[in-house]
């Protein structure tokens, strides 16, 4: 932890577990970061954030307030995570479409997931997607295009089976 940070959680009396190495100061209040954490210097993290251990957090990388990011999770340059989202363990987000070792995109594709929505462990999220409102998404998921607000989707790759305002859809 950074002599900036040191001050800052005193200040706003947020929590950066000693293990943990975190190089941005915009962390906000009741937040806590746990051991074995890396967080680089651009990132913002909102009030009342979990962030379990063994997560890595880029520079291009917003978290809303009252957000838990559980144990494993990457978020990479362009991921924002609204307020009130649930990321569990293992999700993996991934920021470009066609990777290759050391060529990289002018801009990195922008993922939403969007106010409330919550994400079930070991799933993956292609670049680019946004996830409305309330939606959740199965455990192991994968994610290939974008998700309507309060809609239910599991499998590979992931589907709608259910919102609101239709019925259930069955299985084929």
């Not at 993996?92 to 060529?103: A, E, I, W």
């Not at 799933?123 to 309330?134: D, M, R, S, Y």
């Not at 192991?140 to 089976?161: E, S, W």
Request: charged residues 15%.
């Amino acid at each position: 932890m950074t002599h900036d940070t040191q001050n800052q959680q005193a200040a706003n009396k947020f929590l950066v577990h000693e293990l943990a190495d975190v190089h941005t100061t915009a962390i906000g209040h009741g937040t806590k970061i746990w051991q074995f954490c890396v967080v680089l210097e651009g990132a913002t993290i909102g009030s009342n954030v979990n962030i379990c251990s063994h997560c890595f957090i880029e520079n291009d990388v917003r978290i809303g307030n009252n957000v838990t990011i559980k144990n494993g999770v990457h978020l990479f340059d362009g991921i924002t995570l609204e307020d009130n989202v649930f990321v569990g363990p293992n999700v993996t987000f991934t920021n470009d479409k066609k990777p290759r070792s050391k060529v990289y995109p002018a801009e990195f594709h922008k993922t939403v997931v969007k106010h409330g929505a919550s994400i079930g462990g070991g799933a993956v999220i292609l670049p680019g997607i946004t996830i409305g409102e309330h939606a959740m998404i199965g455990a192991g998921a994968v994610v290939t295009k974008d998700v309507p607000p309060n809609a239910v989707v599991y499998g590979n790759a992931a589907r709608v089976h259910f919102t609101p305002n239709t019925p259930a859809t069955k299985e084929k």
